[in-house]
């Protein structure tokens, strides 16, 4: 039962980390918009991921919407829970 609900959150999660992350920045030049389709969807899933484990980046967090800001805050105070669901 453990394990699947694990499971579970940690693909909603990055599912619903990754569509929020590319839906603010998308048509942001500074961040995700100067990208292509793919590399955007790999930023926002890497961005989605990372947050919620090892705390690195690959977008300028000084540019992005304060939106985006709140989702990230989000997904790191799900992921610095003990108990939170890991991506990896």
């Not at 590399?39 to 090892?54: C, W």
């Not at 977008?59 to 003990?82: C, K, N, S, Y």
């Amino acid at each position: 039962m453990n394990t699947k609900l694990v499971v579970y959150c940690s693909v909603a999660l990055l599912a619903a980390g990754t569509a929020f992350i590319c839906a603010l920045e998308w048509a942001n030049p500074k961040t995700l918009g100067a990208l292509s389709t793919v590399d955007t969807l790999l930023a926002g899933f890497f961005q989605s991921v990372m947050t919620r484990t090892a705390g690195f980046n690959s977008l300028d967090f000084g540019q992005m919407v304060p939106a985006t800001w709140l989702g990230v805050d989000v997904l790191m105070f799900i992921g610095g829970g003990p108990g939170a669901p890991r991506a990896g």
